[in-house]
């Protein structure tokens, strides 16, 4: 496993459908028409156009918003509008918190659900099936609605403020062990580990050496995923963070509401945009793992 | 492995015992971080929040007598509680249901040869990556009574403006807008993974047999990708119970408009515990949503066994209706 290709290439088995699809042979009933494609590009509109027209808006004059009929082109004031976002909030600082609380959750998360996916997978111990039921429950349970209790041992901690109180609760995931699990279980041979006993390898070394290089692209499916869960969490981050620390996401509702009952549309606009660049950057790059890995299963929702 | 050479010759016994104990203990010790973390971090708040719900909470006197079950009576006795259920499940109707229909039209679109297949799935994700406070900053200035393109359009056809955060039906409209855009795309590739999953040669006999393309879509298309529907009605549910930041963006200065006429259960939750600082009533209010969204949950699952089972029959009974139908 030491292609470059390997995420793509194997990530649509990722999951437990019902096996391999073959290529589809393209016959007559499944050539799209002029239909299709009209249908398609209005979905595309539709998807890109709020994107589009906050463009429009963030970087033309505040009052532009009154336009009839509505302003379509982009106008030359995004540069100065992202100066007023930055001096209205510090939006630098939220950029680096977020890429902070995101990054130690993702690498939190990935290692120990890799840990105990792999467990799960390919070590026998007593109670597992009955430990995996139960890793398996927890994926329903709903835990934003434990946030009372937790905000109450963040402060008594004296934690509120800190980028700690939104990194912890987020260093393990039910989903993670889940997905590790289902992987791994498999795409490493029995065989393999046994060998790898055989030859004297500890146990630490096996998932070292063997586990974990197989595990690599699953890896970067569930990084990716768990990376955008935590730069777009939104409720958890506000209760903790405060005015004086923000993520993006806090700071960007502070920008929202710093105008009252007038807001500057266009500057509100270029900071939506901004703060959807990050994970835009992300999408271009790494666009098509993300597709193969929703379409394998990959994601709760 | 090059760690073995390295290993000294100790006493064999030894060795093998330590090798033991590794084999024996790794296990636990590689499945304990998860369980040790999110026991703390995620069972044991959920479970803590029933004995918070309890008690009586001052916002100045924090945890005051215990009351049993007060908080959950003044809840369900409060108007306001139901108000937002209520607007909780519109909402939530109103973005899963066209969501559904959109995303499985838009799947069956992209389930054929097309061109550039990749440009067009990368098209119609690009929503998801857009996180919920800057879909709602965005739709908040799109759904606006006075100003932007949805109100320059009606004042260029010379229609009155739609009251949209005043309005409760049409806030509802437009918070839910926020959670289909966000979504459909998403969903229809959930649905395309399945649709893609059905073999090619039952379309091919049913072609063969004469049945048009609207006909296959909704005979062989639709009940095969029904437990994948079921799927991601049951997820949707899961998250659009616990809708927050749209409508708490929607109108940034309240909790859910001037009315509360898009506050939702959490809006609610978040109220009670955040200005108010009544931890009892908001956590009475999260074991009430946590049981609501359980049940659902157990609802959901017991249709789509009772549906997957009867489908399963049914779709193997046209299946070989239709291969006896080609053979003869």
Do not use: C
């Not at chain 1, 290089?213 to 730069?231: D, N, Q, S």
């Not at chain 2, 067009?120 to 799109?142: D, E, G, H, K, N």
């Amino acid at each position: 496993m030491t292609t470059t290709t390997e995420a793509r290439s194997i990530a649509p088995s990722l999951i437990v459908t019902d096996g391999s699809t073959p290529r589809r042979a393209r016959r007559s009933y499944d050539r799209p028409g002029f239909l299709t494609y009209a249908l398609l590009t209005a979905f595309f509109v539709g998807a890109v156009f709020p994107l589009w027209w906050s463009f429009v808006i963030g970087s033309r004059q505040a009052s532009d918003i009154n336009l009839v009929p509505p302003a379509v082109v982009p106008g030359p004031n995004f540069i100065a509008n992202a100066i007023k976002v930055f001096e209205t909030v510090d939006f630098a600082k939220a950029l680096v918190n977020s890429v902070i609380i995101s990054g130690a959750i993702t690498l939190s998360v990935v290692f120990f659900s890799t840990l105990a996916g792999y467990a799960f997978a390919k070590l026998r111990f007593r109670g597992r099936s009955g430990l995996m039921v139960a890793v398996v429950a927890t994926m329903a349970v709903p835990t934003q609605l434990g946030i009372i209790p937790l905000f109450m041992i963040m402060s008594e901690l004296k934690w509120t403020g800190t980028l700690g109180a939104v990194i912890v609760p987020g260093l393990v995931t039910a989903f993670g062990v889940f997905f590790m699990r289902q992987y791994l279980v498999d795409v490493i041979p029995d065989e393999l580990i046994e060998a790898a006993r055989v030859d004297g390898a500890s146990m630490w070394g096996t998932f070292w050496h063997v586990a974990l290089p197989a595990a690599r692209p699953a890896m970067a499916v569930l990084g990716l995923f768990t990376f955008m869960a935590a730069w777009t969490d939104f409720l958890w981050p506000l209760l903790v963070l405060g005015p004086n620390n923000p993520s993006v996401q806090t700071a960007l509702a502070a920008l929202n509401a710093s105008g009252g009952h007038t807001p500057d549309h266009s500057m509100v606009l270029a900071g939506a945009l901004i703060s959807v660049i990050p994970l835009l950057i992300l999408f271009v790059v790494t666009g098509k793992q993300l597709i193969s890995g929703i379409m394998s299963g990959a994601v709760k929702g | 492995m090059t760690t073995l050479a390295e290993r000294p010759a100790a006493g064999l016994t030894f060795r093998q015992k330590l090798s033991r104990f590794d084999f024996k203990a790794s296990p636990y010790l590689y499945v304990s971080p998860f369980f040790i973390l999110f026991g703390l971090l995620g069972l044991f708040p959920i479970a803590y929040t029933m004995n918070v719900s309890l008690y009586e909470w001052n916002l100045l006197k924090g945890q005051g007598d215990f009351v049993g079950a007060g908080n959950y009576i003044s809840v369900l006795t409060d108007p306001f509680f139901w108000n937002a259920v209520g607007n909780t499940f519109s909402i939530f109707l109103l973005s899963t249901i066209p969501q559904l229909i959109a995303a499985t039209v838009l799947a069956a679109l992209l389930d054929q040869a097309i061109r550039a297949s990749t440009f067009w799935r990368m098209s119609i994700l690009l929503p998801y990556i857009v996180a919920p406070v800057a879909v709602a900053v965005i739709f908040t200035q799109i759904f606006s009574q006075f100003n932007g393109p949805i109100t320059g359009v009606l004042q260029l056809l010379g229609m009155d403006p739609i009251r949209w955060g005043f309005d409760p039906f049409a806030s509802h409209i437009a918070i839910a807008s926020m959670v289909n855009w966000r979504w459909t795309g998403y969903n229809a590739l959930i649905l395309l993974a399945a649709m893609q999953s059905i073999p090619r040669d039952i379309y091919e006999s049913a072609a063969l047999d004469g049945a048009g393309k609207i006909r296959r879509f909704f005979s062989i298309t639709i009940p095969m990708i029904r437990p994948t529907m079921i799927f991601v009605v049951i997820t949707s549910t899961i998250g659009g119970l616990q809708i927050f930041a749209e409508p708490k963006l929607y109108d940034g200065q309240s909790n859910g408009g001037a009315n509360r006429q898009f506050q939702t259960i959490v809006l609610y939750l978040y109220e009670m515990a955040f200005p108010r600082r009544d931890f009892g009533r908001a956590a009475a209010t999260a074991w009430i949503l946590f049981v609501i969204i359980i049940l659902i949950g157990l609802i959901n699952f017991a249709i789509s066994r009772s549906i997957a089972s009867q489908d399963a029959g049914r779709t193997r009974a046209r299946v070989a209706r239709t291969m006896k139908g080609v053979r003869s």
